[in-house]
């Protein structure tokens, strides 16, 4: 009390370097990746020339090829059908009250908090329990579920911002309710969507434990496949698929900003 | 300029209906009745704690072609009585009539309505073209008809230059043009203006003012306008109706509003008034001699029914209020001017007479002009005999 000058907390001494070594403590793993990734040699951490011979290899690899496909296929499957579904729920619980109004919400968000070991426990013993043969349905409706509330809440988030009057706007210019779906909330609603899409995209694209649980013998994705390569031992194969996939989601990021930006600027 | 384009545009008559529409209209002068609204309650939150009575008792009639305003100050239910005639709101009782069709159960899609929104409601992704097109397109008109619609519309608020624009890149002004067009290109019966000048500057709204009467005339479309702005009310409607607490206070021409008010609410509502204590002293047939608290009695020519001892409100406006500094003939008072405000165009003095105060309005120039006074002077009033108005509520 005696110093009531507040002191701007960027303005302390070594303020800079701490940033600069978190930074370097996030990034500096991947950048070692990406690097080790074009090695010649069979190390991963002795440098012994410069080549493309392991994405080569991965391109070569038919176990790789086919667990990223069912990898893709489900992600693409699972971030549409819980778009549609977020979008849904969006709808019915924002801009209106109701009762358990709060519980709606509570429920939709909660899988985020839940340890992930739990809902994967869960989704196990409720497909064996159903009788459900472990396999590619199970991983996608797992994913699906999982997916939800991920896409709900940037969907939300626009939904809540929009303008209300403006279906009130689009009735009184004799819109039917659908008509004014389609015409007006819909468009309006596509940058919430596009990001919802994304995130569970992202989200069903990296996950391991639950699709770890639920995934049946012969049925793999991505994540479990470079899971089981890396028991055999570690080879730089490894690297040039994280770079691969680390590439992927920046240019799926790049899309989502410039998307987003086009539809603020227009 | 605007007015022309219109006028060249509808001789055209790419509108067929309306065009039979007008022209019946000439030949049968009989009245229309464009909206009717009868045993209106609206409750909101009925049978619960928060139960509260947005409109009580409403009866309105609104005459074809008319520009008719609701008026009254926020949260008098003004906005709610135009929200039940656009069908966004419902009833709680009553019935509601436009052009003779019971509208009361119908969504605002189905009704031969559209509404200016207060922040126009201009759809953010479309084109100024596209949400003019928007009413027109959902009625399902065939294109070519949309099309020349829409360019008579932009034409008639001069926005053509900026037909391709989206409404992120346009003025207040600008927008609210739009969004008059966008609700007047379905050629609706009815228009619904919900307080659309007051996110305007005051030069635009003093502008749009004029614009808009105009333009009511021009289409002959019932409008159905909105304000808390008694000023605004009083410059452009055909009739008034004044809202208070949910309650009609009084319907008429801004004249009527102005010069006859019938309750203390509206007189003192509308532009400023002296509201004085007075009580009747002695009736003579028509001629009734009223004394006022602090200011002496005065005789008035008086169609109320009165009786001797009645306590009466007298209501004058500022403006009708003559200050000199000798008694006159029927003069009232000593007051003593207690602060004096120059206006510019007028001279405003705040007197005191004994525990009321008063408000008198002197305009500038010609000869009145050269009567002047100064705080702490002593004054007394003068004023014709029809410039009070005797109040009862």
């Not at chain 2, 209906?17 to 609204?37: F, K, L, N």
């Not at chain 2, 400023?272 to 009734?288: F, H, K, P, Y």
């Amino acid at each position: 009390m005696a110093n009531a000058r507040m002191k701007d907390i960027r303005a302390f001494s070594g303020f800079g370097s701490i940033a600069v070594a978190g930074v370097l403590f996030l990034y500096l793993p991947i950048l070692f990746l990406c690097v080790y990734s074009f090695n010649d040699g069979r190390s991963v951490s002795q440098w012994s020339g410069f080549s493309f011979r392991w994405y080569i290899t991965v391109f070569g690899n038919s176990g790789i090829k086919a667990a990223a496909m069912n990898s893709l296929t489900i992600a693409t499957i699972a971030a549409s059908v819980s778009t549609v579904l977020a979008l849904g729920a969006a709808m019915a619980t924002v801009n209106r009250r109701f009762k358990g109004e709060t519980l709606a919400y509570a429920t939709l968000t909660f899988p985020l908090m839940v340890p992930e070991i739990v809902t994967a426990v869960a989704s196990l013993v409720f497909f064996v329990s159903l009788g459900v043969r472990l396999g590619f349905s199970t991983i996608l409706i797992a994913h699906i579920v999982f997916c939800i509330p991920f896409a709900y809440l940037p969907i939300r988030a626009r939904l809540e911002g929009m303008d209300a009057t403006l279906n009130a706007a689009a009735a009184d210019l004799y819109a039917s309710p659908i008509r004014a779906f389609w015409r007006i909330t819909l468009p309006l609603l596509a940058p919430g969507l596009m990001s919802g899409w994304l995130l569970a995209f992202i989200i069903s694209l990296d996950d391991f434990i639950i699709t770890a649980l639920v995934a049946g013998p012969g049925s793999t994705t991505l994540p479990l496949h470079i899971y089981g390569m890396l028991r055999l031992g570690i080879t730089p194969e490894v690297n040039a698929i994280s770079t691969m996939m680390l590439v992927g989601s920046i240019v799926l990021l790049a899309i989502a900003g410039v998307l987003g930006r086009s539809s603020k600027n227009s | 300029m605007v007015i022309a384009a219109f006028r060249r545009n509808t001789a055209l008559g790419s509108d067929e209906q309306v065009r039979v529409e007008r022209s019946s209209g000439e030949t049968a002068p009989a009245i229309q009745i464009a909206a009717e609204v009868t045993g209106l309650q609206k409750i909101y939150n009925p049978s619960t704690p928060q139960a509260f009575q947005a409109l009580k008792d409403i009866n309105l009639t609104i005459r074809s072609n008319e520009f008719f305003t609701l008026l009254g100050p926020s949260g008098c239910g003004k906005t709610t009585l135009l929200r039940i005639l656009g069908g966004f709101e419902a009833m709680t009782e009553g019935t509601c009539r436009i052009f003779g069709q019971d509208v009361s159960l119908l969504p605002p899609e189905a009704r031969p309505v559209n509404t200016v929104f207060q922040q126009y409601a201009l759809f953010p992704h479309m084109t100024v073209r596209r949400n003019i097109a928007f009413g027109l397109e959902m009625l399902g008109r065939p294109k070519s008809e949309v099309a020349s619609v829409v360019d008579r519309m932009l034409a008639l608020v001069s926005m053509t230059d900026y037909a391709d624009r989206k409404p992120d890149h346009l003025s207040g002004g600008q927008r609210q043009r739009v969004a008059l067009a966008r609700a007047l290109a379905p050629q609706p019966k009815l228009l619904l203006l919900d307080e659309p000048l007051s996110a305007l500057d005051l030069k635009l709204r003093q502008k749009m003012r004029l614009e808009l009467k105009a333009l009511q005339r021009e289409t002959g479309i019932t409008f159905i306008f909105v304000t808390h702005d008694q000023e605004e009310a009083l410059a452009m409607s055909d009739r008034v109706a004044v809202l208070s607490d949910g309650r009609l206070q009084q319907v008429g021409t801004p004249e009527e509003i102005y010069e006859q008010p019938q309750s203390r609410f509206v007189a003192d509502f509308i532009g400023e008034s002296n509201l004085l204590c007075a009580t009747v002293n002695r009736i003579d047939g028509a001629l009734v001699e009223f004394r006022l608290a602090g200011l002496g009695s005065v005789n008035l020519n008086c169609s109320e029914i009165l009786q001797v001892g009645q306590e009466v409100t007298l209501s004058i406006r500022p403006e009708r209020i003559a200050l000199s500094a000798v008694r006159g003939q029927c003069g009232l008072g000593p007051a003593v001017i207690f602060d004096r405000t120059y206006l510019g165009n007028a001279v405003e003095y705040h007197l005191r007479a004994g525990e009321q105060t008063l408000t008198v309005r002197s305009p500038r120039g010609g000869l009145r002009g050269l009567q002047d006074f100064a705080p702490g002077d002593s004054v007394f009033l003068a004023f014709e005999p029809n410039a009070p108005k005797v109040l009862t509520t």
